[in-house]
């Protein structure tokens, strides 16, 4: 039996890289996949607690993540190729129109 | 009649002008001139016809009347109601204001004719009879200060008619701001009377007051009241030291200087004194200063008179001389005496005045009286009106004025003779100004052939398309004003006779004073009427007076050029005098420009500039700088943004944390 520790030590270390990631990626794809990177590290968390106490709630969750993460990636990628095809870039630091 | 029948009429006899002056102020401007002086004329002629009616059904027995219009104000145990009240004092201002304040209307209709604003002066003098009414009629001190308030309006306006005249623009702030500080007096006097009687009617005040003594031993809460009071009535009836709007007021139309200054509205303050007389009579200290103060504006503004050489500058002073006598009468607490004087006043100074306009009137504009002279022959009726008005104001017997100043000084002489002598040396002074204001306005040669078309210094006062080539006599529309008065300053004085109208003010002014000592009052203490020195006396001031007469005559009909030696001999006096003893300027000095100097300085350049406008000012320029480095945040660029997003996480979990660890 892996301990709870584990999965959340590894949960942190995931959220963390998405965070990091997020942070310091140019290209809005890599951005993109570090967003579903944390959400994906707060899902083991959940799935993790459900597993140790037992609860079902923990992955009603989970699915719940997973739906709104499916409809976010398709509005989301939506938005890239949009981006893209106006900018012709994928690179969020040149895409900053949006500022007085 | 019943008093409930009559009551009701009360609230007719202001509404009636103050709808006159609605009619013309609003519709004026599209309406002919008829129809203008017949609305004016109406509705004042109106008042005047109830006020008669009034007076004619009005019994003592069934005296005071009342009317409750409408609630107005209730707080508490505390009311005020749109109340009206009549009783002997009342009527006879009442048929004072609407019968002079008539006969003023008519001859305006004569004298501003051709006058561009036709419509808007007559609509003020209606608006004016209102509140002068409202005042009189007023049952309560808040109401009386409405009307009070309102004749300050009234003449700022009519005083500020021509406003396109810079002097008479300035006339008409002086006249308000001079009457607001007076009004400020009036006002801590109405508050005092409110915190300790809790009411401002007239019969729960005078109530109330009269179960108190008298303060005979020091000064108390009625002396503040009255003081307070009489400040008001300084401000309003142009007493010393508030005297000084009186005298430029002139500025306005000659009607309005005949409707405001003589007749009605510096009247206010003696009529509001002898209203209050429950109250003066129990505070013997502001009775005092009362007297005095009247005593020394009586001889002050008299002195003035001699030196004027403006027709209605001469007037004016006389007017508040005049005025001094009233208050000299309330002061000594002969308060029928002063509302005699008053009304005998009103007659032969609104003729006075009347006449001033005519004679304004028929040369063309001039008020300069060197430049008169002569004008018996062209204005006989002018000049046979004026000689009653001056025989009036001097006191020769039997005018009008004679008898009622007579009465003040034979009063004053009960309380002290230091106020018989100065009021004696007034009334010769007095007789001395006012013939000789006859003699160089009506005596010897016209001295203005040169006015053709080089008219004086108020060149808004006639107006009139005819040119000037001599003096000539006005309309009748002005003359039959002028003989009415006249009629009225030489049998005026005789309601007097037998102390009649002290008695029928008796009732009213009739001192009440519970446990005073004996001797207090001038009417405990005076000796009988009728008495050989009351002759004596009378004899004293009839030839003090005849004196006067004398004296002018002798100066400006027999030895003309004399005056002109005197005065260069007197030198600095005389120029003191022509200069109204530099009272003026002094108060420039004193108030005005300190006050104009603080404001600018500490008020405007401080306070509103250095303080007011610069919190508004410095916290929009802080905002707009703030704002100013803030806005780089907002740099378009999205991973700044996230990393924002990021340290506001961190720090909101890490906040969670501290408290959870906590």
């Known amino acids: 039996m892996v301990p709870l520790s584990y999965y959340l030590v590894l949960s942190g270390i995931l959220f963390a890289c998405g965070v990091l990631g997020f942070l310091i990626k140019r290209n809005i794809i890599t951005i993109f996949m570090s967003i579903e990177l944390m959400l994906n590290g707060v899902n083991l968390s959940f799935v993790a607690f459900a597993a140790h106490w037992h609860a079902v709630s923990g992955q009603v969750f989970v699915f719940f993540v997973m739906v709104v993460a499916a409809a976010e990636a398709a509005v989301g990628l939506a938005i890239i190729i949009a981006v893209y095809r106006t900018r012709e870039t994928l690179n969020v630091d040149q895409v900053n129109l949006l500022k007085l | ?662």
């Open chain 2, 1 to 662: 009649m019943t008093p409930q029948t009559l009551s009701p009429l009360l609230c007719t006899i202001p509404i009636f002008p103050l709808a006159g002056a609605a009619i013309n102020g609003f519709f004026g401007r599209r309406s002919s001139k008829k129809a203008i002086s017949a609305v004016a004329l109406a509705f004042c002629g109106l008042a005047f016809l109830v006020a008669v009616f009034i007076a004619a059904n009005f019994s003592s027995a069934s005296a005071p009347y009342s009317f409750s219009l409408a609630h107005w104000l209730r707080s508490g145990s505390f009311s005020v109601d749109f109340e009206f009240y009549l009783d002997q004092l009342s009527l006879v201002m009442l048929l004072v204001v609407t019968g002079v304040g008539f006969l003023i209307h008519v001859y305006s209709v004569g004298y501003m004719w051709d006058d561009d604003g036709y419509y808007r002066f007559m609509s003020y003098m209606n608006l004016f009879m209102f509140f002068m009414l409202t005042l009189v009629l007023a049952k309560n001190y808040l109401v009386m200060f409405i009307g009070w308030e309102g004749v300050g309006l009234a003449s700022y306006l009519l005083i500020g008619y021509w406003f396109t005249k810079d002097s008479a623009a300035a006339a008409g702030k002086k006249a308000f701001i001079v009457n607001r500080i007076g009004d400020f007096g009036f006002l801590i006097a109405l508050f005092l009377i409110i915190k300790h009687f809790g009411s401002l009617d007239f019969t729960h005040v005078f109530a109330a007051v009269q179960s108190q003594p008298a303060e005979t031993a020091g000064a108390g809460l009625l002396t503040a009241i009255g003081l307070l009071l009489m400040v008001g009535a300084a401000g309003k009836s142009a007493q010393i030291p508030l005297y000084v709007w009186l005298p430029d007021a002139m500025e306005g139309p000659t009607p309005v200087s005949a409707l405001i200054h003589a007749a009605t509205m510096v009247t206010a303050g003696v009529y509001m004194v002898a209203r209050s007389s429950t109250i003066f009579e129990r505070a013997p200290m502001a009775m005092t200063v009362v007297a005095i103060i009247g005593t020394l504006t009586a001889l002050f503004a008299a002195t003035i008179g001699i030196a004027q050489t403006d027709i209605k500058k001469v007037l004016a002073y006389s007017t508040v001389s005049q005025l001094g006598y009233m208050f000299m009468a309330c002061g000594v607490g002969a308060f029928s005496a002063g509302i005699f004087h008053l009304m005998t006043h009103a007659f032969f100074k609104g003729l006075l005045f009347l006449v001033a306009g005519s004679v304004i009137h028929g040369i063309g504009g001039e008020q300069d009286m060197r430049k008169m002279g002569g004008l018996r022959v062209y204005m006989p009726w002018t000049f046979a009106t004026m000689g009653i008005a001056t025989l009036a104001i001097a006191g020769i017997p039997p005018f009008a004025g004679f008898w009622s100043k007579d009465e003040i000084l034979w009063k004053a002489f009960g309380a002290s003779w230091v106020y018989w002598l100065l009021g004696v040396i007034t009334a010769f002074i007095t007789s001395f100004y006012m013939f000789r204001l006859m003699y160089m306005t009506f005596g010897g040669e016209y001295r203005g052939a040169a006015v053709q078309e080089a008219h004086g210094h108020d060149a808004h006062d006639h107006g009139h398309g005819h040119g000037h080539g001599e003096p000539h006599e006005s309309p009748w529309v002005m003359l039959g004003p002028l003989v009415i008065l006249a009629l009225l300053s030489v049998f005026g004085g005789f309601v007097g006779v037998g102390n009649r109208f002290e008695h029928f003010l008796a009732p009213v002014l009739q001192p009440r004073v519970l446990g005073a000592p004996p001797g207090f009052l001038v009417h405990e203490a005076s000796p009988e009427a009728g008495s050989t020195l009351e002759y004596l006396l009378m004899a004293v001031s009839v030839s003090v007076a005849g004196l006067g007469w004398f004296l002018a005559y002798l100066l400006y009909s027999r030895r003309p050029q004399l005056p002109a030696r005197i005065a260069a001999s007197l030198g600095g006096l005389y120029r003191a005098v022509a200069n109204k003893y530099y009272i003026d300027e002094l108060y420039a000095v004193l108030f005005v420009k300190p006050l104009i100097d603080g404001s600018t300085t500490i008020l405007w350049h401080g306070v509103d500039q250095g303080v007011i406008d610069a919190t508004v000012n410095n916290s929009a320029t802080a905002a707009r700088h703030v704002s100013d480095n803030v806005r780089h945040m907002q740099s378009g660029n999205l991973r700044s943004y996230a990393g924002w997003v990021a340290a506001g996480a961190a720090v909101v979990i890490g906040y969670m944390v501290w408290m959870g660890v906590r």
